[in-house]
């Protein structure tokens, strides 16, 4: 027994919502495609779905976005998964017309409403904490494997890259804060530059070109100077391609930051083991464009300006 696939982007994006429902934030849809690879043109009615059902809540604005009405532990799987599937109940009889004598019943109705029954009281018994919860440790590596995993794993790689950047480390930081609006950019640029390169290389295998501006997912969790940063692009005929790591800034000297990614990827064309290699080269082509386009946006003239302009905007608030 599987979902459809609408039933599982909106429990995906229920966990989105969950992760995040105890810092209070509202979470983007761009945020919610990066991070659960939901389909970037499907997301919105997913996200609608929960709303629907009364799970969710939806602000418009910049601090606007999705966020659950109740905390995760007080919403039960199965109000998640009716909110994409509908009721889980029999609506009719498992098998379809037979002999005459199946005219009311059919054989299997008693047996096919227990294992139905059963599905429910499961779900209802499973809090979205409770899978949110397991989320985190799998995304931790502290959740072991099943031994019935019906996982294959997808061919990802593990890439890092790092480029320099002629401006110092607070410089930097506050540029990357308003990066949502212009990281997509720079990702696509690196896309566009692999293709380029899988183009003069071997024209059979699929296009690296997103179909569409890559969601990005960007977040600071404490002033360490390392960000946790995803994001989904999808291919207009390969499977979707998807990054998951951080970026972190890191002070050289007073006029010179590091700017490093690292984390896995899953390239958007693996077709054969004969591709890895090319897969592999276009992947960290792909990184190096994107981080040296960071780089030429963070040192944009007026970008160390208007950080000091905030600080000292900040300095004159002080009592």
Known sequence: MTLSKRGDYVVRSALCLARAYAGGDYRKIREVVAEMDVPQTFASQILADLVRAGLATSRAGKAGGYRLVRPPEEVSL?????????????ERCALGEGPCRWEQVCPLHETWGAATAALRDTLSRTSLAAIAARDEAIE?????V???????????????????????????????????????????????DAEGLRQ????????????????????TDDDSGVQSLTWEAGGSLGPSSRF?????????????????????????????????ALSERLSRATL????????????????????????????????
């Open 146 to 192: 099943p031994t019935d995993s019906h996982r294959h794993g997808a061919a990802t790689l593990v890439i890092e890259d790092w480029v320099q950047v002629e401006l110092p480390v607070d410089v930097v930081r506050h540029g990357l804060t308003k990066a949502a609006s212009w990281l997509p950019a720079c990702i696509k640029a690196g896309y566009r």
């Open 140 to 144: 931790r590596a502290d959740h072991p």
């Open 78 to 90: 199965l109000e998640v998964v009716e909110a994409g599937e509908g009721p889980l109940r029999s």
């Open 288 to 319: 190096r464009t994107t981080l040296r386009e960071v780089a030429k946006v963070l040192e944009q003239p007026g970008m160390r300006g208007r950080a000091q302009s905030r600080d000292r905007v900040s300095t004159s608030t002080l009592p």
């Open 200 to 219: 003069g290389i071997d024209r059979t295998t699929l296009s690296w070109l997103p179909s569409v501006t890559p969601a990005v997912a960007l977040r």
């Open 244 to 276: 998951e790591g951080t970026l972190s800034s890191h002070r050289l000297d007073e006029e010179r930051t590091e700017l490093r990614v690292k984390g896995k990827f899953r390239p958007p064309s693996v077709t054969a083991a004969a591709d890895l």
